[in-house]
């Protein structure tokens, strides 16, 4: 018997996934070829979508990458049909990509057809939950989690056993307690809870079930961006199966507890991610942030006490209850225990979901995991923990990775965003790029935030452009200080972040823009030129056509011109040049 | 623009998502998201009907319509078309095929053409940073963007755009 598993999560799909599937579905007989097509989440191998893994006789396996529905003909015929395995299309990167990795959280993701309970269930699924209904009181499974030392995954790196025990004790009068799961994944460069959820939905509900077991709670929710629809449909599936198996309900699994689950779908706003402003976007208002001089275990949805965690956190749990705390505490660093998933992206070879135990160099993860920087550049810093995070430069790639090490360098773990630059990322671009999308994202309902971000992005838009003045740099950081220490939510108290950690770590750069108004990567547009390099040029007149100002000039087989008095900087010029004849400086 | 009435297929549409929902105000955004999903944006009657069958204040439910990125309070195009400006996006170059695509649909982000045929929108992340810049359009995922693919992108989606709109500036 065999086994033809496609990928379909997001970046499977992107990928051309569906078309893949289809084409296997139409060649295949299932009875004649004695095959079974399923599918699967998300491998962490993005970079090889879409994928394709034949597995035979239930062990002998078989990964191909980047297959296209013209290649599912001779997968079909020659290795499925003939029994020949096509080398050239197997994922070379599997070995090397997955050695120093750590897969628990996403051990399933990737293998398991997440639509079919049946799978999650044979992996050992809801065996933590069995296990804590019918022989843990709530206040051993808290302490469980405690003696594991997790810590929530969601940004915050609070620890989720001090968490839940503080929402169980915190006084309900008719004892409505509520558990949330936080897949709002507002940092616009992570996805490891969207695939989590797209890939194996079970292990994160039967977490919070567990959770809720242990808090006292009957009702949960799950508050999911909207722009996860692939996440939200799986998600809605796994909680139709989980019910009709009385996984969920009333009574569940015969024992006295009874708990739901609901989905609630986000509006696309970073700040939803803020518990407070989480909390009041469910109950259906504008998702602004409250002081919290009252924590929202003791009131939060509802004004009832409310525990909220991470996707990820929430998966972890159900590891901890098979395995124990001891065996989870055995991995990671003193004070960060377990592994962290991350979305290694950017200008990386290997580019995906990577799970690593926490105490790991960044060396391992880019050079060894990601497999380097491409195009034989050079590396020069990673961004972590999104736009509340700050970049690390070179200089410091042997740094392990923890909670407590990222922040002493002025960056943050974060939800895991970590992308990777080369010498061709400008580092004032970069941290202009961020101080825009939390000036966009910004609720607004405070002064230093809503005004001081606007100011920091028209300085740095200054200083990118070319206009800017002595002592902009000083004023960068001034008021940097002074939003980080007055905003009322985390959001403005940590927004300076990628700024001050870019001036600490590439000052020369921004004073390359303000002095010399040059940008040394080559990015910020008012102060590049384009040119044509004379002797690369052979005057197919390309560039000329597709220029929108019509200011390459020159005659067929001669070296072009580009008038500089005209040019908008679009390079459209250098992107349709097949022999990298235009040069940017 | 309170102008539009909206159609009495709508109007049940609105009463029948509203139902479906459980008639209650945690559900309001969720309520919105299925009317705009159905309608590809949120009439003023539209928001007005919710208010007044939720029992709500018409400026709460205003408030979260122009709170959420995910509404649009004006119609939309018959086509989408999306850029991701995801960090990892963006460091490989798509504010230039965002700009690309601007010139040549001569709108900017966020607006629709007069002739209402696109939507040019902004993203976070799709999830498919493997193979940024991405762009989507009509639902389709278009990888490894960069600004001189957009011609035939838009060509290959029927643009009148990419052949009208483009010399200008
Ligand atoms: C502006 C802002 C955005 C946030 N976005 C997220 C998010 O997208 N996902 C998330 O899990 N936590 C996010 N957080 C952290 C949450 O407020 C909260 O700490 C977390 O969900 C708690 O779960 P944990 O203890 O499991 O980490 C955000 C915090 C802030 C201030
Ligand atoms: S810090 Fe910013 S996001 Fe947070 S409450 Fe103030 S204005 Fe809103
Ligand atoms: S940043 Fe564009 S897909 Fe992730």
């Known amino acids: 018997m065999k086994e033809v598993v496609v990928g379909l999560a997001s970046c499977g799909i992107a990928a051309g996934g569906i078309q893949v599937y289809n084409k296997f579905s139409e060649l295949l007989d299932a009875e004649k070829d004695e095959t079974a097509l399923k599918q699967t989440g998300c491998y962490g191998m993005c970079f090889r979508e879409a994928l394709v893994e034949i597995i035979e006789d239930s062990k002998r396996r078989t990964l ?12 079909v015929n020659e290795h499925l049909r003939g029994g020949k395995v096509i080398e050239e299309w197997i994922v070379k990167e599997e070995g090397q990509f997955l050695a120093k990795q750590k897969r628990i959280v996403l051990h399933n993701c ?8 049946g799978d999650y269930l044979a992996s050992g699924g809801y065996q933590a939950l069995k296990k ?27 620890p989720t056993g001090r968490k839940w025990e ?15 799961c936080n897949a709002d994944e507002g940092d616009p460069g992570a996805y490891m809870d969207r695939s989590l959820l797209e890939g194996n939905p079970h292990s994160v509900i039967e977490g919070m079930i567990i959770g809720a077991y242990a808090i006292g709670s009957s009702q949960g929710y799950v508050y999911v961006r909207h722009e996860y629809p ?3 449909k799986n998600l809605g599936v796994a909680l139709e199966q989980a019910r009709a198996r009385g996984l969920l309900g009333k009574n569940i699994l015969g024992s006295n507890f009874s708990f739901d689950v609901k989905i609630s779908r986000g509006g696309g706003a970073f700040i939803c991610g803020e518990s407070t402003a989480l909390m009041a976007s469910l109950e259906g208002k504008i998702g602004e942030p409250r002081p919290k001089h009252i924590h929202t275990t003791e009131k939060g949805f509802h004004g009832k006490p409310t525990n909220l965690n991470n996707v990820e956190t929430w998966a972890n749990v159900p590891l901890i209850i098979n395995r124990g705390a001891a065996w989870f505490s055995s991995i990671g660093t003193e004070r960060s225990k377990g592994t962290k998933i991350f979305s290694l992206v950017g200008k990386i070879n290997n580019t ?21 920087i491409p195009s034989g550049k050079k590396f020069k810093a990673v961004q972590t923990g999104g736009p509340s ?33 080369d010498e061709a990322t400008c580092m004032v671009d970069i941290a202009k790029y961020f101080v825009k999308f939390l000036t966009e994202e910004s609720c607004g309902k405070c002064v230093p935030c809503r005004e001081g971000l606007d100011r920091m992005l028209d300085i740095l838009t200054d200083i990118a452009g070319g206009r800017g003045r002595e002592g902009d740099i000083e004023l960068l950081e001034e008021l940097g200080y002074a939003i980080r220490d007055t905003s009322l939510c985390a959001l403005g108290g940590s927004a300076p972040n990628p700024v001050l950690s870019t001036i600490n770590y590439f000052r020369d750069e921004y004073e390359a823009h303000i002095n010399e108004r040059r940008c040394p990567a080559g990015v910020c547009k008012e102060l590049i030129t384009f040119t044509i390099d004379k002797e690369k040029c052979n005057g197919c007149g390309l560039c000329a056509k597709n220029c929108p100002q019509q200011s390459i000039t020159g005659k067929k087989k001669e070296a072009h011109v580009i008038d500089q008095t005209t040019c908008i900087k679009c390079g459209l010029c250098r992107d349709n040049c097949k022999f990298d004849a235009v040069v940017v400086s | 623009m309170g102008a539009v009435r909206i159609a009495k297929s709508d109007h049940d549409q609105i009463e029948y998502v509203i139902g479906s929902n459980g008639h209650s105000a945690d559900a309001l955004i969720s309520i919105l998201q299925d009317i705009q999903a159905e309608l590809h944006y949120l009439p003023e009657e539209a928001l007005r009907h919710v208010a007044k069958r939720l029992n709500l204040p018409l400026i709460q439910v205003y408030g979260v319509a122009t709170f959420f990125k995910a509404f649009s309070l004006k119609p939309k195009g018959r086509h989408q078309c999306t850029v991701c400006m995801g960090t990892a996006c963006h ?22 053409t007069d002739d209402m045929e696109y939507s040019l929108d902004t993203v976070n992340c799709v999830g498919a940073c493997a193979l940024g810049p991405m762009v989507i359009i009509d639902g389709e995922y278009l990888g490894i963007m960069n600004a001189a693919k957009v011609k035939n992108v838009l060509k290959a989606h029927g643009a009148k755009a990419a052949r009208s709109g483009q010399r200008k500036g």
Do not use: H, W
């Open chain 1, 352 to 372: 995906g979901l990577v799970e690593v135990p926490m105490g790991i160099t960044l060396r391992e993860i880019i050079y060894e995991i990601g497999g380097g």
């Open chain 1, 389 to 421: 995070g700050g970049c690390i430069p070179e200089r410091l790639i042997d740094l392990p990775v923890d909670f407590d090490r990222l922040t002493e360098v002025g960056s943050m773990m974060g939800s895991g965003g970590m992308i990777v630059m």
């Open chain 1, 132 to 158: 804590v209904l019918s022989e843990m009181a709530p206040e051993q499974v808290i302490a469980e989690v405690a003696r594991s030392g997790l810590r929530g995954r969601g940004g915050g790196g609070f």
């Open chain 1, 166 to 180: 503080s929402c169980r004790n915190a006084p309900s009068r008719n004892g409505t307690r509520y558990v949330i």
């Open chain 1, 110 to 117: 990737g293998k398991i057809d997440p639509l079919d309970i």
């Open chain 1, 64 to 75: 191909y990458g980047q297959v296209t529905p013209e290649r599912v003909e001779r997968i």
């Open chain 1, 230 to 232: 692939l996440a939200v």
């Open chain 2, 91 to 112: 460091v490989r170059g798509a504010g230039r095929v965002l700009e690309e695509l601007e010139r040549k649909l001569n709108i900017k982000a966020g607006n629709t």
